[in-house]
């Protein structure tokens, strides 16, 4: 089953994501930082990663440039997952690499729809020890 790893500092949402992620057979990782999350990344790559966008410290969105910058991982999906949601939001997010755009509250057929379109489409991220 695809591995994905939720970045949310939320608790509650955290929660959610992975209890809805389960229910679909997926194997769930969590960081509740982006420094965390990025962390695990190297050691642990997954195959998608569901990105808060407003996190402490580093944000969504400079951890998701940050992962597209690295050729070891440019291939792995990120959906940004956001209560902003104003025009122009999900453009921006897109902009520095976020490869879907997800608001709160998560519905679980769009989650689903995304990660589906987005596992089917991408090569699977490189072996572990590409990354380190």
Do not use: F
């Amino acid at each position: 089953m695809p591995r994905i790893l939720v970045i949310e500092d939320n608790p509650a949402n955290l929660k959610l994501a992975t209890l809805m992620l389960n229910k679909a057979g997926h194997t769930v990782t969590s960081a509740q930082t982006a420094e965390d999350g990025l962390a695990l990344v190297r050691t642990e790559p997954p195959d998608l990663i569901l990105m808060d966008i407003q996190l402490p410290g580093i944000s969504g969105l400079d951890a998701t440039r940050l992962l597209k910058q690295n050729p070891a991982t440019r291939p792995i999906p990120v959906i940004a997952v956001t209560a902003l949601a104003m025009k122009g939001d999900e453009e921006r997010m897109r902009a520095v690499g976020c490869d879907g755009y997800l608001t709160k509250p998560l519905r679980y057929q769009q989650l689903w729809d995304s990660i589906t379109a987005l596992l089917n489409r991408c090569d699977p991220p490189p072996p572990h020890n590409e990354l380190t």
